[in-house]
């Protein structure tokens, strides 16, 4: 009998017991196997839970670092278009210097070189070529801007190296890793990957307070310009500070093979492609002092705008203007035409002071 377990089961309402003999050996692998299904049941249930866990970590933590790392670019992004626009400021800001007088400027030489397709020969250079683009290269920089090369190399200041440390920490609080967090983000690769991180942080901030400093630098000295131009109203009107047409530069203010000699000539204005019959508006206030035709010029107009500045408007196809009107900034005085040694409708526009060609760009400010 010791070889059987009696299992006897007594049904509530029929008569009789059923009773069933089970071996002894049975019994205790059922019991086994039963221990072992549910032990490896529960393994089974704990590493797919973790697993699922980890899923969701990971899934989310991806998504979070994507986004972060958007964001990171996107200011970026937002902090290169600044430095344009500051850089564009800074060339503004240097032209009215150059008007107002606040700062020597030589406006005999280009402001602009010759462009893509010019007829002035590129490959011939001298050491005067050299210096003349040194010299242009200095002239479009400000004092504002003499500490820009930091935010290229950024990695090498204290400040941006302050900035890492206190998001690295901040990073840790957030971690619970106020201590270790210098060993743990070494093994744990998640962890190094969120550390990552604070380099960016670091490199925005580092750049958006040094271009801030430059934009309070920047307003202050703008403020100073325009305090100097309340009291500069009446030399301002008479500063050229436009174009007198519309239409686009085809040649410009320098050495370059005429196109009627043929040989290399300097050229003392700068001369505007458009349409025959486009308007030619006096480019400050002033008074005519000649509109007539000129050998060479065709049709030509003279403005004296006083402080030394004459304006000239060459190969004009009809004069709109006499001999000692006074003219206003605006007024049309002639149109675009073909008159004189010209080789297609064009504006031939120079600018001298005290009797001296400059370049007209020095002034233009549309």
Known sequence: MDRYFTLMVVPEREKGVKSFRIPRVVFHAAIFFIVIFVVLLGILTYDYWKILRQVYENKHLTIENRQLKEQVQLFQMKLNSLTEDLERI????KKLRIITGLEDADLTQSLKGPVEGSEFPLNETSEDDGELKKKNQSSLQNQIFENLDNLKSYEEAQDYQNLKNLYEKK?????GLQTSYAYTREWNELTKQSFDLASDFAEFDYKFSTVK?????LEINIHKLDQFLLDQDSFLRSTPTLLPTKGWITSYYGPRISPTSKRLRMHE???IGARSGTPIVAVADGRVTFAGKKPGFGNFVQIDHGYGIESFYAHAKGLFTK????VQRGDLIASIGNTGASTGPHLHYEIRVNGTPVDPLYFILD
């Open 269 to 271: 204005g700068i001369d």
């Open 171 to 175: 990073i840790a609080t957030n971690f």
């Open 90 to 93: 800074n060339t503004f800001e």
């Open 323 to 326: 001999k000692g009107k006074v």
């Open 213 to 217: 400093g430059f934009v309070k630098n």
